[in-house]
């Protein structure tokens, strides 16, 4: 891990927990247990045994007449089981961390220099402003030919207009954030409509995607104020700002964004890419990239979150009269509408 990393890492802020690339379970740990210094550095985390006990298993008492019913178990909560990868070429996922959102801290070397959790030639793919059809699709597609998993920050205006979409990339595996309700500058904002658009975000992306999110945030054009950044750090939501911006939003051409990605991401040697599956140019450049970022040694690491995000209820409740405005169906227009004949002159 670089120097500047080590230096920064609090205990307990970053857990990294490494398990094979292809769907198997990482090993138990205490949640009172925190790594030492040493191990973040190697990526291990030490079992520590339970200290011997001689207490004896105590028989629970007959319920009485009066006793009030046990309370129900809560219902199990919904998270995606990734499919298993079946190319054996594949890039894939060489590590899994996991992020301790506490706090809210800052991840992007552009804005944020304490959390360098990134070895030498590792990387992690973001994407940002979707889900968006035949582009986000794209994306998905090229991501699981390699079997890789990357982390997207939907806008939640977008979120509810193409839940179908997002639904999709949940049950890709991938982790998900938000990238507020529908990307305005938060620093032309007050504080209040900052919020607003922050916690609105949160609750249409995890409305549409129909499970918990990640405690993950980016800033639309990475422009952030104390007070915003306050604010997130007291709703312990992670910032994530980047390594490597492709701007790809700046090129029409999907070899220009080939070329910015791996000309960046060489002379940098790791970083967190930021990219977005709205831009078509980017989700036709994908599995070229992919193959080039193989070819080159690069390492994929994915992100994922200890806790998930709490959502404020006055928001999940507007969140779903945006929804229930909607029909069910969710096919695409090639489905629900077809050319049948010539018209007539």
């Known amino acids: 891990m670089a120097a500047a990393g080590a230096a920064g890492i609090s205990l307990g802020v970053i857990a990294v927990v490494i398990w094979t690339s292809f769907g198997s379970k ?29 207490a004896q298993p105590r028989t629970a008492p007959a319920p009485t007449a009066s006793a009030p019913p046990p309370a129900a178990a809560p219902p199990p909560r ?4 990734a499919p298993p990868c079946r190319n054996p070429d594949a890039l894939g996922v060489s590590r899994v961390v996991e992020i301790d959102t506490h706090g809210g801290p800052g991840f992007g070397f552009e804005q944020y220099k304490a959390y360098d959790f990134l070895e ?67 620093a032309k904002k007050s504080l209040p409509d900052a919020k607003d658009e ?15 999110l990640a405690p993950f945030f980016r800033f639309p054009a990475l422009r952030q104020t104390p007070d915003t950044v306050a604010y997130l750090g007291e709703r312990n939501i992670g910032i994530f700002s980047a390594d ?17 990605v791996m000309t960046k991401i060489k002379k940098r040697g790791k970083g967190i890419i930021l990219m977005h599956d709205f831009q078509r140019p980017t989700s036709i450049a994908m599995p070229e990239l992919l193959a080039q970022l193989k070819a080159a040694g690069f390492k994929v690491v994915q992100m994922k979150a200890k806790d998930t995000v709490t959502t404020l209820p006055q928001y999940d409740a507007a969140m779903v009269k945006v929804l229930a405005g909607q029909t069910a169906d969710a096919r695409p227009v090639s489905n629900v509408v077809r050319t049948i004949g010539a018209g007539e002159n």
Do not use: Y
């Open 78 to 81: 919904k998270t995606a089981s």
């Open 120 to 186: 030498p030639g590792e990387i992690v793919l973001t994407f940002d402003d979707g889900p968006w059809p035949t582009n986000t699709p794209a994306v998905l597609a090229a991501l699981s030919a390699q079997c890789v998993k990357a982390t997207f920050f939907p806008i939640g205006e977008h979120a509810t207009w193409h839940p179908e979409i997002l639904k999709q990339v949940v049950a890709g595996g991938h982790t998900v954030g938000s990238h507020t309700w529908s990307h305005a500058d938060l």
């Open 244 to 260: 490597i911006d492709s701007f790809d939003f700046m090129t029409k051409k999907p070899e220009k964004v080939i070329e910015s």
């Open 26 to 54: 990482p090993p138990a740990a205490s949640a009172a247990a925190k790594p030492a210094d040493n191990e973040l550095a190697t990526g291990t985390v030490s079992a520590r045994p339970l200290p011997p006990t001689t």
């Open 198 to 212: 922050i916690e609105k975000g949160f609750s249409a992306v995890a409305a549409s995607a129909g499970q918990h």
